[in-house]
């Protein structure tokens, strides 16, 4: 068994990036497995802070293979954005980080039609980070989807432009207002095809077989949060693919039989970005506080997340969909100074008391129930070790491992690499 999976458990951003980054000196493979530009992965190491949004996040490693899977969606023009960004790195991409040629293709025309189809929902629109996502994912589900293998192939731009015909019928169709010059987001999304061709593409599946026989350790790195998932998530308030376990498998084409832990990252309070319901979002002065101290912007967009109380009814939910093995809580500095900290353990749901997490979380029927913990003042940015983090975060900690029943195994302090405690 040579693969381990690392897994947001909430509705993303919960800090895998950095522990990815963190976690790569024991793996020979780092490889993405859904979603595409949508995420934002940060990792900070020596005073540098680096976004990467499809390329893994174990590319600084020195020997780490990088892989990009099948179940990856890969827009050419932000791929060469963050080979730009990682140029002054001077990192060997060609042998470094290899592209399955099973990864779909954004166009400029998903983008288009994921402008247009949220503009046309209104009010109820997703808050989609308009990469083009759910219009991509469209078209591999309903098999008409270009494939980095096709940009090798002679007539390839033939059935891309029949698509982006299809395409622009179906934006007119959405009859909103959209103002777009296609001609030069082709001419930018072509060029940016020709500089990817310069990159390794390979059949990863065969590629990961070999690599496991050979004894190679595989992380795979998820994108989004379980709370995110087209079949577990919030639905419609997710994103396009399966971002839980089971999406490795399909990502990467890893049998489940080969995967060993599954590292779920979580936030030690909850954010969200975009619509959808969130039920303990606060409106007040904690929640601000939480946004401030955490900084608490997207990666990909720049918008304002949400903040809240962390939900144990959620997260179980989520350890118990991806099986996880080893928990990891991230950003416990952020509640450093709050009197009192709460934690969701049930929902009052339409006047029942539930443990799990229901069909629908509408603010209107999910109110939820709290248990309060005395909060702890100690700055926790300089620890290193797990002696010395306050009683009251190891009451905390004690908490939710007994509530979850899998052991913290890291506790995140701080951006940096180095704000990192093993347990
Ligand atoms: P990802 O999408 O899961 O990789 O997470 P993001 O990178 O979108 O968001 C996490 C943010 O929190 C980034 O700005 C990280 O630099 C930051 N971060 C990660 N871990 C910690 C931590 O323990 N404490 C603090 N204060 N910030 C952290
Ligand atoms: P990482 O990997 C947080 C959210 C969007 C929106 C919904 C659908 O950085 O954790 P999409 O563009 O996928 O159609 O948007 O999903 N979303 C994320 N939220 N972190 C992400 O990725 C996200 N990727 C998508 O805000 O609510
Ligand atoms: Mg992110």
Redesign the pocket.
């Known amino acids: 068994m040579a693969v381990d999976l690392l897994l947001?458990l909430q509705?993303?951003?919960e800090g895998?990036g950095k522990i990815v980054d963190v976690l790569t000196a024991n793996y020979d493979i780092i490889a993405r497995f859904q979603?595409g530009p949508?995420?934002?992965?940060t990792l900070e190491f020596d005073g540098i802070k680096h976004v990467l949004h499809t390329i893994p996040s174990g590319i600084f490693h020195p020997t780490a293979i990088n892989l990009v899977g099948n179940g990856v969606v890969i827009d050419p023009v932000i791929f060469r954005k963050e080979l730009e960004n990682l140029a002054p790195f001077g990192l060997d991409i060609k042998n470094k980080l290899l592209i399955s040629r099973k990864a779909h293709l954004i166009l400029p025309t998903h983008r288009l039609l994921d402008a247009a189809s949220e503009a046309a929902k209104g009010k109820a629109k997703?808050?989609?980070?308009l990469?083009g996502?759910?219009p991509t994912y469209m078209d591999k589900t309903g098999r008409n989807g270009i494939r980095i293998g096709d940009i090798e192939l002679p007539n390839w731009k033939e059935k891309y432009r029949s698509l982006a015909n299809k395409h622009e019928a179906m934006i007119a169709a959405y009859n909103v207002a959209l103002d777009y010059d296609l001609a030069a987001l082709e001419a930018d999304f072509f060029a940016a095809i020709q500089q990817l061709k310069a990159l390794t593409f390979i059949d990863s599946e065969a590629y990961l077989f070999e690599a496991m026989d050979a004894g190679k350790t595989i992380l795979a790195e998820g994108?989004?949060?379980s709370l995110?998932d087209i079949d577990f998530g919030t639905y419609p308030?997710?994103?396009?693919s399966n971002t839980t376990a089971a999406g490795a498998c399909t990502g990467l084409g890893i049998a489940p039989n080969k995967i060993k832990d599954v590292f779920g990252i979580f936030k030690a309070y909850t954010t969200r970005?975009?619509?959808?319901p969130f039920p303990t979002e606060l409106f007040d002065a904690d929640g601000e506080t939480m946004g401030r101290v955490g900084r608490e912007f997207?990666?990909?967009t720049g918008r304002p997340r949400r903040c809240g109380w962390l939900d144990l009814v959620a997260l179980k939910y989520a350890v118990q969909i991806n099986g996880v093995t080893q928990l990891m809580m991230m950003k416990g500095d952020v509640l450093s100074g709050f009197d009192e900290l709460k934690v969701c353990t049930a929902y009052d749901y339409q006047g029942q008391i539930i443990t799990h997490f229901p069909y629908d979380i509408e603010p209107e029927h999910v109110t939820p129930i709290y248990t309060a913990m005395p909060g702890w003042s100690e700055d926790l940015t300089g620890l290193t070790e797990a002696s010395e983090l306050p009683n009251e975060l190891l009451a905390y900690i004690d908490f939710l491992e007994q509530e979850l029943r899998v052991p913290i195994k890291i506790v995140s302090v701080g951006p940096d690499r180095k704000q990192t405690i093993h347990r």
Do not use: E
């Not at 949508?38 to 992965?41: E, L, T």
């Not at 997703?126 to 980070?129: D, E, L, P, R, V």
């Open positions: 947001g509705w993303g951003d895998k979603g949508n995420a934002g992965h997703i808050g989609s980070t990469k996502i759910g994108a989004q949060g995110l308030f997710v994103t396009s970005v975009g619509s959808g997207g990666a990909t």
